[in-house]
């Protein structure tokens, strides 16, 4: 049995037996509801240039990222990081109020990556960059992040080839490589001059 009051909680008995003849009394005690006061919440509108960035609260990791709506955040001082690939992390100070939607300047991210043109002679020659396939050339890798990187170059009948890269942060690399052949030229003189050659097992005309 459940009793109901608009501003209090509900009442309830959960099994109440009468019997022939009986009367019996019930009485409830109402509770006021608690009172939540939203309004002293803070709603924070937040975005960031590039979008995707992961947001952390301190170093809690909100599990969301930009643009984000935060829109029960207590008052009080906040530092807000933003974390994206290729990009620096970057720290924010918010002081929120009581009540108040706060709407900062989106918030820019600095880059932190390299770019790489790379090109070969012959053209169409296998990409490796640290042991990932990247297609062929000629290629862009525009977002590299800073560091050490293995750079291999491969065709049929040429000699691979390889070279490491200290990057920097802005450094902009556009090279052609060119690689060395792997085969050689045999001139053959037959007479007569439709004769067959056979070479690796494979025939071919003379001529």
């Given at each position: 049995m459940r009793f109901e009051k608009a501003g209090f909680?509900?009442?309830f008995f959960e099994e109440v037996v009468i019997k022939a003849g009986e009367k019996k009394e019930l009485t409830c005690n109402f509770k006021p509801k608690e009172k939540k006061d939203y309004l002293a919440?803070?709603?924070?509108?937040?975005k960031t240039v590039p979008e995707g960035a992961s947001i952390y609260i301190g170093e809690n990791d909100t599990?969301?990222?930009?643009p984000?709506?935060?829109k029960q955040l207590t008052p009080g001082s906040y530092e807000i990081i933003f974390k994206k690939k290729y990009y620096k992390p970057k720290r924010i100070k918010l002081n929120l109020k009581q009540g108040e939607v706060s709407r900062p300047e989106p918030v820019l991210l600095e880059p932190?990556?390299?770019k790489i043109n790379i090109d070969s002679l012959p053209e169409k020659a296998m990409v490796m960059f640290?042991?990932?396939?990247m297609g062929t050339t000629p290629l862009k890798l525009p977002m590299v992040e800073p560091g050490q990187h293995t750079l291999t170059l491969s065709a049929p009948l040429y000699?691979?080839?390889?070279?490491?890269?200290?990057?920097k942060t802005g450094d902009a690399i556009d090279k052609t490589f060119e690689l060395k052949p792997?085969?050689?030229s045999l001139v053959v003189t037959v007479k007569p001059d439709d004769a067959m050659i056979s070479i690796d097992g494979k025939e071919r005309a003379a001529g």
């Open positions: 909680e509900n009442c919440n803070c709603i924070l509108f937040i599990k969301n990222s930009t984000y709506t935060f932190d990556f390299a640290d042991k990932k396939n000699y691979a080839f390889e070279e490491i890269f200290n990057l792997a085969h050689g």
